[in-house]
């Protein structure tokens, strides 16, 4: 008998029976709506190799230029996320360590920041960003790039770092507290100790999460195109298919874009996690040898 009968009962022959009707069933369901679908989807002529010619097929004449506009898209997506993520990781250090070390009074302040960064949508930042932050004497110009860019960058940022903070205090939380006491009682101060002791194991802990909240990141750089002022990957789309009409196939496009990126950083992600588990693992001790070990003479 399987070890995993001991969680739930065994199913019986009428057990199995159901559960393989339910799944043709479900799978039989699932083929009807997928060809519903496709026929009205082909009854709308969306099949039509004119709309996805100019995606798929090289030797379309507009080929080339339609890619050439995805790519500078693509690119631009890439470099506000990467913008986006660094300075969010940076501000999140600075409050999730100023959230772990202030005493109780002294924290209030960076723990209502970060909750009303947390609970305001992205799209609110952008535009708090884009029209808030003049108002109040801040200037763009200075920067590298368009102010476009640094209305997305800026509110991304903006909620990313709160994300980010929670996390690395999650992270620092979940370490025992005998390495800040460790710390201490070497000589070190409690910033040394945050710093040279407690944050590389939590950032350690932290990181798939850190790899999952990119994926967010990554996603939410669409958010600018209701602004309607930077041309990144969703904006380049929306040019394409107001001039070719093929809304459907451009989006269908982006879409596989998207999945195939974020996918591969998921995929960073489990693999990242794995490979911690199997380092925690092989620098465990294993509870026989220590207590059958030699006893330390005195």
Not at 165 to 176: D, M, Q, T, Y
Not at 263 to 268: D, H, N, R, T, W
Request: glycine share 8%.
């Amino acid at each position: 008998m399987s070890d995993l009968s001991v969680l739930y009962d065994a199913p019986g022959p009428k057990a199995k029976r159901n559960a393989t009707i339910g799944s043709v069933v479900v799978g039989l369901a699932l083929l009807a709506v997928l060809y519903v679908v496709y026929a009205r989807l082909d009854e709308k002529g969306q099949w039509s190799w004119d709309l996805w010619g100019p995606l798929l097929d090289p030797s379309n004449e507009v080929f080339e230029l339609v890619w050439q506009n995805l790519g500078t898209g693509l690119r631009n997506t890439l470099t506000g996320a990467l913008v986006a993520i660094t300075l969010s990781l940076l501000l999140g250090v600075v409050f999730g360590v100023a959230r772990v070390m202030l005493g109780r009074w002294a924290r209030i302040p960076v723990v209502g920041l970060i909750e009303i960064l947390r609970g305001l949508p992205v799209i609110v930042m952008m535009f708090m960003a884009y029209q808030l932050l003049p108002a109040l004497g801040v200037n763009y110009e200075p920067l590298p790039g368009p102010d476009a860019f640094w209305y997305m960058v800026v509110g991304l940022t903006l909620y990313n770092l709160a994300v980010f903070a929670e996390i690395l205090r999650s992270g620092v939380n979940s370490l025992p507290k005998g390495q800040r006491e460790a710390g201490l009682v070497i000589g070190l101060t409690p910033l040394q100790t945050m710093v040279m002791i407690q944050l590389p194991q939590a950032f350690r802990t932290m990181l798939p999460a850190i790899i999952s909240q990119m994926v967010v990141v990554l996603k939410d750089t669409s958010l600018i195109m209701f602004l309607g002022q930077y041309p990144e990957l969703l904006y380049q789309a929306k040019i394409i298919y107001q001039d070719l009409g093929n809304t459907l196939q451009t989006l269908v496009v982006v879409g596989i874009i998207f999945i195939a990126i974020n996918f591969a950083l998921s995929q960073l992600a489990v693999w990242v996690e794995k490979r911690m588990s199997r380092r925690s693992a092989g620098k465990s001790i294993d509870p026989i040898m220590a207590t059958t070990a030699a006893p330390v003479k005195v």
